[in-house]
């Protein structure tokens, strides 16, 4: 896994973890809403921080498949790959 | 039967945050209206305005990061910012991750919540960018958000909702949870309401020239209530904030009692018999403070002093023989009258809520603050009571019972009574 992406996008996880769930807690397999326990409206803005960090732009269908950390690396990289 | 007493405030308003410095900034007659360059900028025609000055750093003591993330919505923070000091002054604490406290509610009202929030919205919806819009426009826009992110940060498990009657909110959220609790629905009510600052929310005021124009080199004489002068309300922002709870409750948690809520009444003039939009019935004022006396079990002649609504406008003398007529006093009879509104000028959905919390500080302190910018009393006022009921300068007097009323468009009223606490 890329490091320097997946150290960018934990580092946007962190301000939507709650307050029981710690940085230290996000692993590669992480799922957002079961795992992290994020709050499902929380995860529209992690994309939106993520296209502002990334300067990217994410469809829908993205949104859908993005429900792990390791799924949300693999879309910027194709979306960095693409651009 | 049971008994309501109030046990914690908070407040954020334009001449002083917290119950210390607000309560000296009356006593004082410090005032909170100030030139606003960006009302200038825009062009308006009054150019000033009293809204609270919060010090940097304060925010992050009331909200997480993620809440302060593109928080845009003044309201909001002003309201958070009194219902939580309220909450800790009650002695009251958060509940527990997992069980709300089903014995608590809130009732927090206000006009338009979170104007500049959705100013960004509309702008991010009009440039076809809605997808940009984020998980919070939607919270921080809608009426109810202050309720809702209040019921959240402290776990309340009862009614959780937001009144909304122009600038009588505030005192009817009082009322309303009152019924609540006396009904034995809830223990205890977390009540107030917030206003908006910024020119979108004042400048509807603005353009129905109600707003004083001649003071913008000289804010803090504007505010003018039953003053001669008088010229038009200045607008204001802020959030008061009053933990109401039943006495058996108070008296079991060994909390501190601040007063005693007798009841009082609400009512509406129906637009009818004088009354307007924006016109107040006479008798529908009339009606509601007698019907407040019978509803709280009290005789005029009790009411030690009155927060009247006495905005600054050509109606603050109808307003006094309102007063007069209903309670059946004139002159050197009638009881002491004031009006926050010359330090605060008139905060809109957030101006009843300040003022119940100024009018409970008068019986806590024992005071009864002085009326700025009325050397000049109106004569149609002056004909009606005595002038001496109308203290310039704040002075030691234990009120027993004090009297709060306020008006708002839509021709509504609400009344309410608070009693020093005797057990």
Wanted: proline share 3%; glycine share 10%.
């Amino acid at each position: 896994m890329n490091s320097e992406k997946y150290q960018k996008l934990k580092e946007i996880i962190a301000l939507y973890l709650p307050e029981d769930v710690s940085v230290n807690d996000i692993t590669e397999e992480s799922h957002f809403i079961n795992e992290l326990n994020i709050n499902s409206a929380n995860l529209v803005d992690i994309i939106l921080d993520v296209e502002d960090a990334f300067d990217i732009m994410l469809e829908n269908e993205d949104m859908d498949q993005m429900q792990t950390v390791k799924s949300a690396v693999e879309i910027i990289e194709t979306k960095l790959s693409n651009k | 039967m049971r008994r309501v007493v109030i046990t914690g405030m908070g407040v954020c308003a334009p001449n002083g945050i917290g119950l210390n410095d607000f309560s000296e900034a009356l006593r004082q007659g410090k005032s909170g209206v100030r030139f606003q360059p960006k009302l200038k900028e825009l062009q308006f025609g009054c150019q000033i305005a009293a809204n609270p000055l919060l010090k940097e750093g304060v925010k992050e003591k009331y909200f997480t990061p993620l809440q302060l993330r593109g928080l845009n919505a003044s309201g909001l923070v002003y309201g958070v910012i009194a219902g939580v000091d309220a909450w800790n002054d009650a002695g009251l604490s958060k509940s527990p991750a997992g069980t709300p406290d089903w014995d608590s509610g809130i009732l927090f009202g206000t006009g338009i919540l979170g104007v500049d929030k959705f100013r960004e919205a509309i702008y991010k919806v009009d440039e076809h960018n809605v997808r940009r819009l984020g998980s919070t426009a939607v919270m921080q826009t809608m009426a109810s958000g202050i309720s809702a992110y209040l019921g959240g940060i402290l776990g309340c498990g009862n009614q959780v909702t937001t009144n909304s009657s122009a600038c009588s909110t505030g005192t009817e959220s009082v009322l309303m949870a009152y019924d609540r609790i006396i009904s034995g629905n809830a223990e205890r009510m977390l009540v107030g309401s917030c206003s908006d600052s910024g020119p979108y929310v004042w400048g509807g005021f603005d353009a129905m020239r109600i707003l004083p124009r001649k003071y913008n080199n000289n804010p803090s004489e504007a505010s003018r209530p039953m003053s001669e002068t008088a010229s038009g309300f200045v607008p204001g922002s802020g959030a008061g904030a009053l933990v109401m709870e039943s006495l058996e409750s108070a008296l079991h948690r060994n909390a501190k009692i601040y007063a005693e809520v007798l009841g009082g009444h609400v009512n509406s003039g129906g637009q009818r018999g004088g009354g307007t939009m924006t016109a107040p019935n006479n008798e529908a004022v009339q009606q509601c403070i007698i019907k407040g006396m019978k509803n709280a079990d009290i005789e005029s002649h009790e009411i030690d002093a009155i927060n009247g609504h006495l905005t600054a406008t050509s109606k603050d003398a109808a307003e006094i023989s309102n007063w007069s007529e209903a309670l059946d006093l004139k002159e050197v009879n009638f009881p002491y009258i004031n009006s926050f509104k010359s330090m605060v000028g008139h905060c809109l959905a957030a101006a009843g809520s300040i003022e119940c919390v100024g009018v409970v500080l008068q019986l806590a302190n024992n005071q009864i603050f002085g009326n700025v910018n009325c050397e000049d009393i109106h004569p149609d006022i002056t004909s009606q009571i005595a002038s001496t009921k109308i203290p310039l300068k704040t002075f030691s007097f234990k009120a027993d019972i004090i009297a709060k009323a306020s008006f708002g468009f839509g021709d509504v009223n609400a009344c309410v009574f608070f009693k020093r606490y005797i057990d």
